[in-house]
Nanobody, 126 residues
Framework: QVQLLESGGGLVQAGGSLRLSCAASGRTFRRYSMAWFRQAPGKEREFVAANNWSIGSTYYTDSVKGRFTISRDNAKNTVYLQMNSLKPEDTAVYYC???????????????????WGQGTQVTVSS
């Protein structure tokens, strides 16, 4: 069992930065691929970024490439999402998720994730 707790959300002006954190319980954190998803009001939840635990690769949705960076600290059981050059369209609830899957195609699909956090609100004002 893995429990996830996000933090770091808030209100920021367009062009600003935020860093989200997701603290995980459990001793096998290093064997989970971790991801961030987001859900804007009235929209479906969408993939943002993922980190493959097996090979260390990272993946991003096109709209955040070059602006967001996912990273992890296995010693702290924590995954991060550094968000720079934020835009109003980045406004959403951001969720952390964990899976034992490693296939690139699998990591983009929310249905392949076993554990989810409660979410943290990110609001970007124009």
């Amino acid at each position: 069992q893995v429990q996830l707790l996000e933090s770091g959300g808030g209100l920021v002006q367009a062009g600003g930065s935020l860093r989200l954190s997701c603290a995980a319980s459990g001793r096998t954190f290093r064997r989970y691929s971790m991801a961030w998803f987001r859900q804007a009001p009235g929209k479906e939840r969408e993939f943002v970024a993922a980190n493959n635990w097996s090979i260390g690769s990272t993946y991003y949705t096109d709209s955040v490439k070059g602006r967001f960076t996912i990273s992890r600290d296995n010693a702290k059981n924590t995954v991060y999402l550094q968000m720079n050059s934020l835009k109003p369209e980045d406004t959403a609830v951001y969720y952390c998720a964990a899976t034992t899957s490693t296939g690139r195609g699998l990591l983009y699909n929310e249905h392949n994730y076993d554990y989810w956090g409660q979410g943290t609100q990110v609001t970007v004002s124009s």
